[in-house]
Antibody, heavy 117, light 111 residues
Framework: EVQLVESGGGLVQPGGSLRLSCAAS????????MSWVRQAPGKGLEWVAN????????YYVDSVKGRVTISRDNAKNSLYLQMNSLRAEDTAVYYC??????????WGEGTTVTVSS | QSALTQPPSASGSPGQSVTISCTGT?????????VSWYQQHPGKAPKLMIY???KRPSGVPDRFSGSKSGNTASLTVSGLQTEDEADYYC???????????FGTGTKVTVL
């Protein structure tokens, strides 16, 4: 079964850091573009970042550039999102997704990040 | 990259059809045949319903169909069923040096 399982979310103070992880299974991870998509409470979906199959290209939404780094470990079938200098507006459910800018065909269940003092 | 424009809500009775529009620009929807649609039930992760404008993934009922004309894409749900009540989001490719862009979302209500 194709599956993506996120972890690492939680409550963090403004200015703090979190590292989200996504464990992939049931497919050949190294062959797929991967992305993080987030959804703030009561709001719509927003692309956060994506990364090419070999990690050679990465793209970020303007609001997280310089604060967030997407990475992957193809040997561990894992995707990561390092988030620094977190702000209240980063509060959201973060979804790990298979695919990139053309379409996303697999979604994890999401991990919740809450930035609050 | 600005969000694609969708109507906030749409509704129909069981068995009827509903069509949701998704309007972008020539830099996204109008420029590429990479429009996708996602269904999201409350508290759940989104699910891919349509990709590359009109293709259906395995397991998606053929009641769901997609099309595009110019800078506007559309999702039609025919023969509405109660389980179709959900939020729907479009998304489009926006060029090789950009992330994709999502639509603003449409809440579909089955009356």
């Amino acid at each position: 079964e194709v599956q993506l399982v996120e972890s690492g979310g939680g409550l963090v103070q403004p200015g703090g850091s979190l590292r989200l992880s996504c464990a992939a299974s049931g497919f050949t991870f190294k062959n797929h573009y991967m992305s993080w998509v987030r959804q703030a409470p009561g709001k719509g979906l927003e692309w956060v970042a994506n990364i090419k199959e070999d990690g050679s290209e990465r793209y970020y939404v303007d609001s997280v550039k310089g604060r967030v780094t997407i990475s992957r470990d193809n040997a561990k079938n894992s995707l990561y999102l390092q988030m620094n200098s977190l702000r209240a507006e980063d509060t959201a459910v973060y979804y790990c997704t298979r695919g990139g800018r053309r379409y996303v065909d697999v979604w994890g269940e999401g991990t919740t990040v809450t930035v609050s003092s | 990259q600005s969000a694609l424009t969708q109507p906030p809500s749409a509704s129909g009775s069981p068995g009827q059809s509903v069509t949701i529009s998704c309007t972008g620009t020539s830099s996204d929807v109008g420029g590429y045949n990479y429009v996708s649609w996602y269904q999201q039930h409350p508290g759940k992760a989104p699910k891919l319903m349509i990709y590359e404008v009109s293709k259906r993934p395995s397991g998606v009922p053929d009641r769901f169909s997609g099309s595009k004309s110019g800078n506007t894409a559309s999702l039609t749900v025919s023969g509405l069923q109660t389980e179709d009540e959900a939020d729907y989001y479009c998304s489009s490719y926006a060029g090789s040096n950009n992330l994709g862009v999502f639509g603003t979302g449409t809440k579909v209500t089955v009356l």
